[in-house]
């Protein structure tokens, strides 16, 4: 895997993590009692949870009737998800900005390996341009 490649991944991991800035809240049943059940379309940290839900769909396979040893995946994501749960948003935003700021550091650390590489391959002419440019 490159760091380019790695630099990506980092991003697109980041924007999952980061909570919604704004979720509506659940409205009342006609009683005016808010119901106990958990409904992931409100909550500001479902876009983490979905992803997290798909993977174990992806890993959860029907077990054999023979085996009644769970997945060990499906359950390391589950508590996951319920670490995610309890994780207050602010908190989960930091986490997804130190990511960000991390994948942004390789990104530029990248470029400058790649101009690196090139400046050692160039000839010896550039090599004293780049140098009188610096």
């Known amino acids: 895997m490159t760091s380019g490649f790695f630099s990506v991944l980092l991003r697109d991991t980041a924007t ?3 909570p919604l800035p704004v979720a509506p809240l659940r409205a009342p049943d006609s009683a005016g009692i808010f119901s106990g059940k958990f409904d992931h379309a409100v909550h500001p940290h479902r876009t983490s949870i979905l ?6 769909k992806l890993f959860g396979t029907k077990p054999h009737p023979s085996k009644t040893k769970p997945n060990h995946i499906t359950h390391k994501l589950l508590f996951y998800i319920a670490h ?18 991390k994948s942004l550091a390789m ?3 990248t470029h400058l390996v790649t101009s690196r590489s090139e400046w050692m391959s160039a ?5 004293v341009d780049i140098v009188e440019e610096i």
Do not use: C, G, H, N
């Open 107 to 109: 990104e530029k650390d």
């Open 51 to 56: 992803v997290l839900s798909d993977l174990s």
């Open 84 to 101: 995610i749960l309890s994780t207050q948003s602010i908190l989960l935003r930091a986490v997804s900005e130190e990511v960000m700021a």
């Open 16 to 18: 999952l993590l980061r």
């Open 123 to 127: 000839p010896s002419q550039l090599k």
